[in-house]
């Protein structure tokens, strides 16, 4: 196995737009995702993996783009019914969206680890990538508020982000383990570069990065780093990544980002519209438009990313 | 509380049609339905108890007309999707059928009762009755074949009754206890009868008189009681009785079945078809249609049942 030429570090719904476009730019079998589990929970006796299951049901071309989570498609017979029984419905699941946390959670009990039940789950919805929760081991993002602690799903989805942020911390981590294909994909000898996605570095990359051995698995693969900022103009293009920032005392910005993520990225990929910004970055910076709208936008974006990756590769060598 | 008027001792599809002619003829909340819970099964993390959620869903006006089992109106996104998944899908779930699977599931899980349960989904389902597990301990049915035992949905639905069946056994049954809501019901004032549905006696009542104290509650009632034979002409009006029967030896016919109820009731109901077969009844016989067609043919049957206990009451007053 050569392994994949690029590994994407992804959270959820922004994470996933770059992680298809890559999927769609790139040879098959050419990428690996390497996603967030800190948002796992579980809910109605299930494991839910929401960041995993936005990355496969993006890549299969399964992704609701009404809704801009679960899947297209989609019946809603069981959240009704469960609504008459009086049972929790604050987190919506939908009937083709349950059979995959069910399926997954059947596994898991048996004793299998998460990476092989989502790579065989990836197979069977015909994706042509590798995709990979961070780790096999639990974590769970715990987030800090005036009002006390907040499990993530309580915070992010029944509470939509209105408490004020303090603090995060990502319970598991520092116990978890690397999961080996995500060490083996970072490992690859066909590996060209590393880009991480532009997620929420808070909620979604931190807790993978709090994995020990991923920051140390991403430099040692001595490819390029890029990520993508997801602050642009001042806001997030998706969800609470400016006002966390904010909360945090951290002026929005993607110079902010690219010190969040000194030593580990090589260059970040950085809006027009915050070019008179670029200056302060700490790092090489790629101007373009990365606000993905249509899917052209995602394929225009990934592939700016790769040749911007490619350009650092050879001024590496140089 | 006064208590029901009418205990009906009901297994799955055969019997919920007679507990729902009982329920329209009944005013409201005069019926309550002891329901057996031999049936029950994990399957997918899920606790599923067939035969009481057939009887809610009967007496809900719920039912599906057409499969004879399930819920009508039901969709079918997840069976669809976790096949694609490969998950195991040899025992149907309907999205809606779902929903009470797992909300069941997560309230025992809390250390709720099971009949606790029932009862409260019963009312959020508009039931003007009272439906009962048997017991809230786990009994499980099993089915002793030639090729070895078999747990009972892997007899009833996976193999379809298809393996000769040498004998049961009800798993868990000798330490289960009454639940006590079945035991008040039985012990009620206004109690009149009791009705022994046409539920297969082997495979649906058998596992539900193997709890300890029901067969002496019934007795203890002190009101007739009266069972309405599933065995109609040498065949069984639904399912595999006719079948077992002749496995177990037995001769298909009223008489067998009213000398397996032997010191439990006082009465049998037996269809006009097998009129020739009464002298052979070791209690009191009432003879008439007891094939259920229309619905009007369940209000009949159940008026009929009723009036028959009605009459071995005055006849055991006189």
New interface residues.
């Given amino acids: 196995m050569k392994g994949a030429r690029v590994v994407a570090l992804s959270g959820g719904i922004g994470g996933a737009k770059l992680a298809l476009g890559l999927y769609r730019v790139l040879p098959p079998h050419s990428l690996a995702v390497i996603v967030n589990t800190g948002d796992d929970f579980e809910h109605?006796?299930?494991t839910i993996c929401p960041d995993i299951d936005t990355t496969l049901y993006t890549l299969a071309g399964l992704a609701n783009p009404e809704l801009g989570w679960g899947r297209r498609d989609?019946?809603w017979?069981?959240?009704?019914?469960?609504a008459?029984?009086?049972?929790p419905t604050w987190f919506r699941l939908?009937?083709?969206d349950?059979?995959?946390h069910?399926?997954r959670?059947?596994r898991l009990?048996t004793g299998e680890a998460l990476s092989g039940i989502v790579e065989?789950?990836a197979r069977?919805?015909g994706i042509a990538a590798v995709v990979l929760p961070v780790t096999d081991d639990p974590v769970r993002t715990q987030v800090h508020t005036p009002a006390g602690t907040l499990a993530f799903q309580d915070y992010f989805v029944r509470l939509r982000c209105e408490p004020a942020l303090r603090s995060l911390s990502f319970a598991g981590a520092a116990r978890a383990k690397l999961c080996a294909p995500a060490r083996a994909a970072l490992g690859a000898q066909a590996l060209e570069a590393i880009l991480l996605c532009p997620s929420n570095p808070y909620l979604s990359v931190d807790p993978m990065l709090a994995v020990p051995g991923l920051r140390e698995a991403v430099r040692a693969a001595g490819v390029p780093v890029v990520a993508v900022s997801p602050i642009v103009a001042g806001r997030a293009i998706k969800g609470p990544t400016a006002k966390i920032m904010r909360e945090l005392g951290l002026e929005p910005t993607p110079a902010t980002i690219a010190r969040h993520y000194e030593g580990l990225i090589d260059g970040l990929v950085v809006d027009r519209a915050d070019a008179a910004l670029v200056a302060d970055l700490p790092c090489s910076a790629c101007l373009t438009d990365t606000v993905m709208v249509t899917p052209a936008d995602r394929e225009r974006l990934a592939r700016e990313a790769l040749t911007f990756a490619a350009t650092l590769r050879r001024s590496a060598r140089a």
């Fill in positions: 109605l006796g299930l989609e019946t017979s069981f959240m009704e019914t469960l008459v029984l009086g049972g939908g009937d083709r349950l059979a995959l069910v399926e959670t059947q009990k065989d789950l069977r919805l």
